[in-house]
Nanobody, 122 residues
Framework: QVQLVESGGGLVQAGGSLRLSCAAS????????MRWYRQAPGNQRDQVAY???????DYLDSVKGRFTISRDNAKNTVYLQMNSLKPEDTAVYYC????????????????WGQGTQVTVSS
């Protein structure tokens, strides 16, 4: 079984910064794409950023230039550095990853973390 555990959320003033972390643990052979999503009350869950194994990444337009996704493959961890935060960034942030438990392609599964709250005050 694989678990994703997020940390680093909290309350910050507009213009401030936070760094989210998401560590994968359990039976892991390989982690492919890693992603961050966010969901504000009453809204759909949106993908904020993704990063592939080779480090290639892309972002939601509204966070480009402010957020940076990175990963440490040795630690099975993905990060989201969030700068110049705005009240509209307030949401629960979730990490998501494609994880294979064994060398068999059929072992590949999609996993989610439990979410971490980010609140940006104006």
């Amino acid at each position: 079984q694989v678990q994703l555990v997020e940390s680093g959320g909290g309350l910050v003033q507009a213009g401030g910064s936070l760094r989210l972390s998401c560590a994968a643990s359990g039976t892991i052979f390989h982690i492919g794409m890693m992603r961050w999503y966010r969901q504000a009350p009453g809204n759909q869950r949106d993908q904020v950023a993704y990063i592939d194994v080779d480090g290639s990444a892309d972002y939601l337009d509204s966070v480009k230039g402010r957020f940076t996704i990175s990963r440490d493959n040795a630690k099975n961890t993905v990060y989201l550095q969030m700068n110049s935060l705005k009240p509209e960034d307030t949401a629960v942030y979730y990490c998501n990853a494609d994880v294979a438990a064994t060398i068999a392609p059929s072992s590949l599964r999609d996993y989610w973390g439990q979410g971490t709250q980010v609140t940006v005050s104006s």
